[in-house]
């Protein structure tokens, strides 16, 4: 097995930072090849962070995006969680009790629910998750969770996202599901839409600009959630 530490691509906030957002791309279920940041899973994120950053850093936001030492979840292992709860310590390092809100695209968005007790967490966004049915809800008692998947999905299901949705909606403080019509895994037809709801949805969460009224409306209906 390759030996190899987790790294960060940082977009730091414009003064005082004042929150945090981890980014989590996706990777394999079964890779112990070294992540970087030229691979495809990394690059679909990219934008996204620096969306985020863009609107945010002036405000007191930074922007962190993980690059895992392996590409792989790698089962019971599962070194991107360890990746991430490093990055979480990172935080608390650097910038002290700041809130955190992870993203996360596929595996990322696994990692992102499980890592979710941290107790830097206070809200999760899963962006076409891999979520297989059993995987626990518990990490995600008393967060704010948003599930966005893409309905022509045939990566990840979207159905099973769906299932978790409602299996989480018990346990977090609120939950929303959001359907993107007309998208696949990659999130490419419809990026305006993956972009607008990601953003929107953390520039909330982090009080720096109001939860729009779709989302906020995503949010009260739950796992029944909206299209876009």
């Known amino acids: 097995m390759n030996q190899a530490v987790p790294d960060l691509v940082v977009h730091p ?32 994120m990219t934008p996204i962070a620096r ?47 700041v809130p955190v809100v992870l993203v996360g695209h596929s595996m990322g968005g696994r990692t992102a629910m499980r890592a979710a007790d941290d107790a830097s967490v206070r809200a999760v966004v899963g962006l076409a998750p891999w979520l297989p049915d059993g995987e626990p809800v518990e990490p995600l008692r008393d967060r704010v969770v948003l599930i966005a998947h893409g309905n022509m999905d045939t990566v990840t299901s979207p159905r099973a996202s769906r299932r978790f949705a409602r299996r989480a909606a018990s346990i977090a403080s609120q939950l929303g599901f959001v359907s993107v019509y007309g998208d696949t895994h990659a999130m490419l037809f419809r990026w ?6 990601t953003t929107q949805f953390v520039l909330g969460i982090v009080g720096i600009a109001p939860m729009s009224a779709r989302l906020q409306r995503a949010l009260d209906r739950g796992a029944d959630g909206i299209a876009v």
């Open 13 to 44: 906030a414009r003064g005082e930072t004042k929150a945090v957002v981890v980014v989590l791309p996706g990777g394999k279920a079964d890779s112990f090849d070294l992540a970087d940041s030229r691979q495809l899973a990394a690059v679909r």
């Open 51 to 97: 969306a985020l950053s863009r609107l945010g850093a002036g405000k007191g936001l930074a922007v962190w995006m993980v690059r895992y030492r392996y590409r792989g979840w790698n089962g019971e292992q599962m070194s991107p969680v360890a990746d991430t709860r490093w990055a979480l310590e990172e935080v608390r390092r650097r910038h002290g009790d």
């Open 192 to 197: 305006r839409a993956w972009h607008r709801v």
